[in-house]
């Protein structure tokens, strides 16, 4: 299975044009991929309501290592090639993402978490990510973290990058905002719908810093 994630970015006079490709090139794609989704992204490693850059876009697409999102307006990107090792969940009623052997122990892992919200839970949702979201940045191991969503509030998700598996269990079980979050969410149902998955990284080509690529502590 070919996964790939494209993240490129756009001058603002462009951001016009990037929302148009957003709706024009859906169709097209799909026809040509497995599986198809185009993306919006938060600032920086921010994720949550109110937080986006309309300059930074990204799609994730499964299938024909060839097919490729258009980009419109783009002045840098970057792409991601994964392979899946564990996938739990849908993404709007498909499970897209077909786990190959799990990961070794050894080299960079990649997470991806989306969500649909249910409308009444969101601002109990959002409120309690912030933590999340402002303590992700400094996590051992963390390489690069955005957010992503197909819409503004009713669906969110994350994409982050990781050293090692370890890196990702760590902060995932061990981290006090990030446990108290999947605590809550067991109890409080917030999702209507979730995935999660991790990958093992086969490469990164391109412009890292539209990705926010930095060297982990």
Partial sequence: MTVRLHVWRVRRRAVPLAFWGMAADRRRL?????????????????FGAGKADLTRWAAIIVGDAMVAPPMRGATASC??????????????????????????????????????????????????????SRALPGAEGMICAFGVGEAPVGFQGTVSLWR????????????????????????????????????????????????GWRDSP
Avoid at 30 to 46: C, I, P
Avoid at 81 to 101: D, K, M, Y
Avoid at 103 to 119: E, Q, W
């Fill in 164 to 211: 090692s598996a370890a890196d990702v269990i760590r902060f995932a079980y061990r981290q006090p905002e990030h446990a108290a979050v999947v605590d809550r969410t067991a109890r409080e149902g917030w999702y209507a719908e979730e995935l999660f998955a991790r990958f093992r990284v086969l490469d990164v080509a391109g412009d890292r810093e539209v990705i």
């Fill in 79 to 132: 792409v991601i090639t994964l392979e899946p090792v564990a996938s739990r969940g849908t993404w709007a009623g498909q499970e897209p993402f077909e786990p190959a052997a799990p990961p070794s122990g050894t080299g960079m892992i990649a997470v991806l978490t989306r969500a649909r919200l249910k409308t009444r839970k969101a601002p109990a949702f959002w409120k309690a990510i912030d933590p999340v």
């Fill in 30 to 46: 799909r026809r040509q991929a497995g599986f198809v989704k185009l993306l919006g992204t938060g600032r920086g490693s921010d």
